[in-house]
Structures are given as C-alpha cells and as structure tokens.
C-alpha cells in the first residue's frame, strides 16, 4: 500500500511498485498539470509498511497511466 501527494492532495493505493502507485494517483487526479519546461512536477509516493519514499516527474507517470489503461502496449 502507497500514499501519493502533490500539493496537498493525496490518496492510497494497492500497487506493486512506488512508480506504478503514482501512475494511478495521475488517473485519479489528472488536474496534476503536465510541464514543458525542464522539470515535471513531483508526485511522492510512501510505502505504508517500510516508510520507504520516492518522487517521480508527472509526466512520467502519465505515460506509465496510459500502459495501466491500455492506450499503450509493450508490445
């Protein structure tokens, strides 16, 4: 179980990874805006059982929303 949070909004979720957690954070709140200078905003994601922590760039986490819904394959 993670816990996501960008700029006071945040929620729990069942992944399997920091990264994909806060890939399902991006589908639920998609007013997380997109940046197209150098930096993306910063989703931070926490481990319930471990504390363990990690930020990700937000528009890495919607490429990685659009494989959790199928708009994209590995394929």
Known sequence: MFR????GIA????AET????AAWFILD?????SCDQDE????LV??????????YPA???RVEA?????LRSHA
């Open 18 to 21: 920091f990264f994909q957690a």
């Open 11 to 14: 929620g729990w979720y069942e």
């Open 29 to 33: 709140h998609p007013e997380v805006e």
């Open 46 to 55: 926490v481990e319930k059982d471990t504390y363990k922590m990690g930020s």
């Open 4 to 7: 996501c949070e960008y700029c």
């Open 59 to 61: 528009d890495m986490c």
């Open 66 to 70: 659009d494989y959790l819904v199928g």
């Open 40 to 43: 993306s905003p910063l989703i």
